[in-house]
C-alpha cells in the first residue's frame, strides 16, 4: 500500500552521499543527480532540511561539488577521509547521519533517508516508533532489501536511471 504524502507535511533529507555516489558508479558508470533524487524526494512537500554528509580529502578536489550541492539549497556536512595505517582509507557517516535524524524528527512529519546502506534499519524502526514516516530512497540493486522492506515508502533509483543519473561524457 502506498504511503500518502501530503503538501503540508514537514520533511527533512539525509542524503548518504558516498552510499549514493558509489551505486551510482559502480552500477551504472554515471553520478548522482541529487537535484532530481531531492525533487522526487521532496514530492512538493515543505522542506525543512537537506542535508548531505560528505567525505572530504588532502586534495580538495570535492569542493567543487560541496559548493553545487549547495546552490542547490542542500546544506554538506563534512568529514575529513581517515587513513590508516597500512594505507586503508575510511569516510563513514553513519552514526552522524543517526543522531541529526533523531535529533530534527521531532518537528518532522517524515524522514527521507538516502541511502540503501542496511547498517540504518534500526533508525528507520526507532523514527517509525516516534510516529515518524520514513522513507528510503536508494538505489534498489545495491540497497538492502531489509532497509527496503522496513520502510514506509521505497523510491528506487534504478527504476529510471536516466531521471536520477548524470553521465559522464567518455562512459556508456
Known amino acids: 500500500m502506498p504511503v500518502i504524502k501530503h503538501k503540508q507535511q514537514r520533511v527533512s533529507i539525509f542524503i548518504d552521499v558516498q552510499n549514493l555516489y558509489y551505486s551510482a558508479k559502480n552500477l551504472y558508470h554515471a553520478r548522482v543527480n541529487f537535484k532530481e533524487v531531492v525533487k522526487n524526494a521532496l514530492a512538493q512537500r515543505q522542506l525543512v ?20 550541492l549547495t546552490k542547490l539549497g542542500i546544506e554538506t556536512k563534512e568529514k575529513e577521509l581517515q587513513t590508516f595505517y597500512g594505507g586503508a582509507k575510511k569516510g563513514d557517516w553513519d552514526v552522524g547521519i543517526a543522531v541529526d535524524a533523531l535529533r530534527l524528527a521531532p518537528g518532522m512529519d517524515a524522514i527521507v533517508l538516502c541511502s540503501g546502506d542496511g547498517d540504518f534499519l534500526p533508525l528507520v524502526e526507532q523514527l517509525q516508533s516516534m510516529g515518524k514516516q520514513v522513507e528510503v530512497v536508494a538505489f534498489g540493486k545495491s540497497a538492502s532489501g531489509k532497509l527496503q522492506e522496513a520502510a514506509d515508502d521505497f523510491i528506487d533509483l534504478c527504476a529510471d536511471p536516466q531521471k536520477y543519473l548524470i553521465r559522464t561524457s567518455n562512459r556508456k
Request: aromatic share 16%.
Open 49 to 68: 532540511r537537506a542535508i548531505a554528509y560528505v567525505i572530504s580529502t588532502e586534495t580538495g578536489e570535492e569542493k567543487t561539488f560541496f559548493e553545487a
